[in-house]
């Protein structure tokens, strides 16, 4: 069955770095999210992505997030200078379109030193 | 500011028996509801849709939804030891672009 992938699994950086999580959604979707969970919270939407454009984003996804989709099969999420409340669990989802059903990957945990 | 409430729980319910998890949205315009499962330290795994009023069954689980009492529902009927998770309900905006999750409900089965 298809599945959504994302790499790395872990990913640990200094304050004030650049780090990029990169997912590879399901192959014929066209809609794609990226969530945070801090430890213990809820999950919480950051952003969705259709037709190359930015379709909705919360107050998190502030000008140190972006997004990227630069080929046919990988979408990026880039943290320009992170900050230690950056450390969560970062899950890219996918959706066909047909219905609003979102499938998630395993997630990359980020830390934040 | 749209809300989605769970209970936290723990919710313990004994091998076999139906364990009932409900949930609350704030957001009257909603039209599709989802119930996803997550195992801890896992990302959420998506068990049921539900988009109009009533019943939804898929094996031993089923939705119920009520847009008049703004109440999303799921049954575990003959509930195990690998359904204990927690399970997050979530709804979604009525561009059906962004989700929005209420805090889970962490299940126990007792063997």
């Known amino acids: 069955e298809p599945e959504v992938t994302q790499t790395p699994s872990h990913q640990v950086t200094q304050m004030g770095q650049e780090v990029i999580l990169r997912c590879v959604p399901i192959?014929?979707?066209?809609?794609f999210y990226w969530y945070r969970q801090i430890l213990g919270q809820k999950v919480e939407f950051l952003v969705s992505f259709y037709n190359n454009e930015i379709s909705e984003k919360s107050e998190i996804f502030d000008d140190q997030f972006s997004v990227e989709r630069p080929d046919g099969s990988n979408f990026t999420l880039k943290i320009r200078s992170t900050k230690l409340e950056d450390s969560a669990m970062y899950f890219c989802?996918?959706?066909?379109?047909?219905?609003?059903?979102?499938?998630f990957g395993p997630g990359t945990r980020l830390t934040v030193l | 500011q749209k809300e989605v409430e769970q209970n936290s729980g723990p919710l313990s319910v004994p091998e076999g028996a139906i364990a009932s998890l409900n949930c609350t949205y704030s957001d009257r315009g909603s039209q599709s509801f989802f119930w996803y499962r997550q195992y801890s330290g896992k990302s959420p795994e998506l068990i049921m849709s539900i988009y109009s009023n009533g019943d939804k069954e898929d094996g031993r689980f089923t939705a119920q939804l009520n847009k008049a009492s703004q109440y999303v529902s799921l049954l575990i009927r003959d509930s195990q030891p690998s359904d204990s998770a927690t399970y997050l309900c979530?709804?979604?905006?009525?561009?059906?672009?962004?989700?929005?999750f209420g805090g889970g409900t962490r299940l126990m089965v007792k063997p």
């Open positions: 989802a996918s959706n066909s379109g047909e219905y609003n059903e979102q499938f």
């Open positions: 979530a709804v979604a905006n009525n561009a059906g672009n962004m989700l929005t």
């Open positions: 192959s014929n979707h066209l809609y």
